[in-house]
């Protein structure tokens, strides 16, 4: 396991940061992340780099995920919208550059609603320079979501020791027609982050945006990230979530994005994972799931979706 000692020590002997500011404090490493071991090495009080290690979580699945984002951001370096793999990198580590900016997070902490919708035109941009992005032989598959998998991943066995999250599987699993319908029309066509949230989503200066954590990414659906986005907008954006989608849309299409708009069965697949994650990130913050109802009301908004899916497929 990858500490912050070993990680501090890495950035020394690899030239990150001098032995002088080492010493005298200048120089510190944060432990963050919750699947993987991340690491922040500050100087001065300024990140220099991130380091990811494959925790315990992600590593139940069978799937090295740092591996897979450190094989993704290698092939799409050059594309501008993925960090800079510093050279500090093992076969157990990944070293990223910061990424300058400040995230959607930061400007829904600030309260900058009109940042936030300026946000989503240039995430609409950087989506659609992602989707168009040729895919290599090299590239992983972006893994189902859980929903649409016959067995639930490893990671996810532990649910069964709470209601909640037991409750958000059990429902996917009430609406195989639902699931059905967006595992029979997901294709695998394009690059695909797989995780568009308010962390990942980072605006520069210059009014651009980036993303990180490609932990997630590989050849998938590029509607699931739109899906994502929508999700994203209505956290953030709860009475402008229409404005921001038609920002994010025109930016996209303007930018020759591919993407089909994501079908209703889709956005339930993505509330439900939404659902799922919420419920068991409360224990990270020692929180009972559904805690503030948050829960309750993404299983409302997917039963809203499956039961408007259903009724445009009738059968006449």
Known sequence: MTTAAQSLAQAVRG?????????????????????????????????????KATGMAAGLDGDDSVARE???????????IVPTPLSLSTESELWLAPVAGASLADLSFAGDASGIT??????GT???????????????????????????????????HHAVPTLVIETARSWPDVMAAAAQAWRATAWTHGDVSAMNVILASDGSARLIDWESAGAGDPSWDLAGAQMLAAALLPGQVEIAMARLRHAYRAAGGPAAEPSRALRCV?????????????????????????????LKDAALLADTHRSHHVLP
């Open 270 to 298: 993505r509330t439900l994972c939404a659902a799922y994650q919420v419920a068991v990130g409360a224990f990270t913050v020692d929180r009972q799931p559904d805690y503030d109802g948050s829960v309750t009301k993404l």
């Open 118 to 123: 300026a946000g989503f035109a240039a995430l």
């Open 126 to 160: 950087t989506l659609a320079q992602l989707h168009r992005t040729p895919l290599p032989a090299q590239a992983p598959r972006l893994r189902l979501p859980w929903p649409l998998l016959d067995h639930l991943p490893p990671h996810m066995d532990s649910a069964k």
């Open 70 to 80: 450190r094989l993704v951001v290698g092939l799409l370096a050059g594309t501008s």
């Open 15 to 51: 030239g990150l940061v001098d032995t002088r500011s080492t010493l005298t404090g200048q120089v510190s490493v944060a432990a963050i992340g919750a699947s993987n071991i991340v690491h922040r090495v500050d100087k001065a009080d300024r990140a220099v780099a991130y380091v």
